[in-house]
């Protein structure tokens, strides 16, 4: 994989803040390692495990979770694909464009499965002194991260295919419990 090389802009702070130095990890490295701090926030608030599968063969994680009301099994789990991009900015209540791989959206599409897949994309700012800000009382994360189940999705392209991620599902803990009692309850995410 091709990793984008740090921006190089210079780090605009709060006023009265110093500008400090930010590593040389590429930005793609820097967007996977928060998309994956965001995954770990949700699922810890929701009440699930994460495992992580080696080697990831095309999905990243599997979150698991227990209830008493699942009826397929006392422990459901889902595959959890990551992806991030600031090609889009964030726009509440519409879709935006995504491509991928064709390989990779036929292991998403597959239908039947035994144990569901989902899609989640993170939209962060460009630069990276925008993507979190700390508080006495919070952590904000920017912007977000938004999901789809891509069953039954066809492959339209001839190498990549562009697919549309709905904002409408926000990917937080209150949307991994409702997905994880759908499935609990033997059906689609």
């Known amino acids: 994989m091709a990793l984008a090389q740090p921006d190089p802009a210079p780090d605009r702070t709060a006023p009265g803040h110093p500008t400090v130095p930010r590593g040389s990890l590429a930005t793609t490295a820097c967007m996977e390692i928060l998309q994956v701090g965001y995954l770990h926030a949700v699922a810890a608030a929701a009440g699930c495990s994460l495992a992580q599968p080696y080697p990831d063969n095309g999905i990243d994680w599997h ?19 990551l992806k991030s991009t600031y090609q889009v900015p964030p726009r509440p209540g519409r879709t935006f ?92 995410p």
């Open 63 to 81: 979150v698991s979770h227990s209830a008493p009301g699942h009826t397929t099994d006392d422990e459901v789990t889902i595959k959890v694909q």
């Open 97 to 188: 464009p995504l491509t991928l791989d064709n390989d990779h959206l036929a292991k998403l599409a597959r239908t039947p499965v035994s144990v569901h897949k989902i899609l989640v994309v993170m939209i962060v700012p460009r630069a990276r002194h925008d993507w979190l800000h700390a508080g006495h009382d919070r952590l904000e994360l920017r912007h977000c991260c938004y999901w789809i189940n891509l069953a039954g999705h066809p492959v339209t392209g001839r190498r990549r295919t562009t697919v549309r991620i709905p904002t409408t599902r926000v990917f937080d803990d209150r949307a991994l419990c409702e997905i994880m009692t759908r499935v609990g309850a033997g059906g689609r």
